[in-house]
């Protein structure tokens, strides 16, 4: 990944996004949006279309409503939901382009649930994009650490296929897979 001054080589958003390929009237979620490390500069590519931030943590849903309000993003529903559960995120079957899963899978026991909820939710041809820590990381927050591999292994296993993967630094992985 080539840097840009005073970019950090942890994890930036922006250079992943960039990478998939977005339209700008695109509808998209984020799993496990915490404050909004993705959402809001998805919201900002996509001016034309329409985030669903998802967390079940209130904390951090707060802190997204107040960031997205103070930078005047309006594109943004914030959505307090149990992700773990079935149809979880309560959005409509085949109805986003995008979901991004970042850093959530790790803290999750059944991967499995979480993924297929995406694909439930995607449009046929729509994009999963699955941001984890990589398993070189001798430093990272305690978990079920999934390698790619693994998740390559489950998504296909789900019925998806491999578009490629996006270079996200030191820390982490990006795959990007595609809904058949």
Not at 17 to 32: I, P, Q, R, V, Y
Not at 59 to 68: E, I, T
Not at 118 to 145: C, F, H, M, T, Y
Request: aromatic share 6%.
């Amino acid at each position: 990944m080539v840097l840009e001054k005073g970019q950090s080589e942890f994890l930036n958003p922006t250079t992943i996004l960039n990478g998939l390929g977005l339209k700008s009237n695109m509808l998209a979620a984020e799993f496990g949006c915490g404050s909004g490390g993705f959402a809001i500069p998805l919201a900002n590519i996509l001016e034309d279309g329409f985030v669903f931030a998802i967390d079940i943590q209130t904390a951090p849903l707060s802190a997204l409503k107040s960031k997205a309000i103070s930078e005047r993003v309006n594109n943004i529903r914030i959505v307090h939901s149990d992700l773990e559960k079935s149809r979880g995120s309560s959005l409509s079957d085949l109805y986003l382009d995008l979901v991004l899963i970042p850093n959530l899978l790790f803290q999750v026991a059944d991967k499995r649930v979480i993924i297929s909820e995406a694909i439930r939710i995607l449009k046929k041809r729509g994009k999963l994009a699955i941001i984890d820590w990589s398993p070189s990381v001798l430093q990272r927050p305690e978990g079920n650490r999934v390698s790619p591999e693994d998740i390559k292994t489950l998504c296909l296993d789900l019925g998806l296929d491999l578009e490629k993967e996006i270079s996200a630094g030191k820390y982490h992985y990006c795959l990007v897979f595609i809904k058949k």
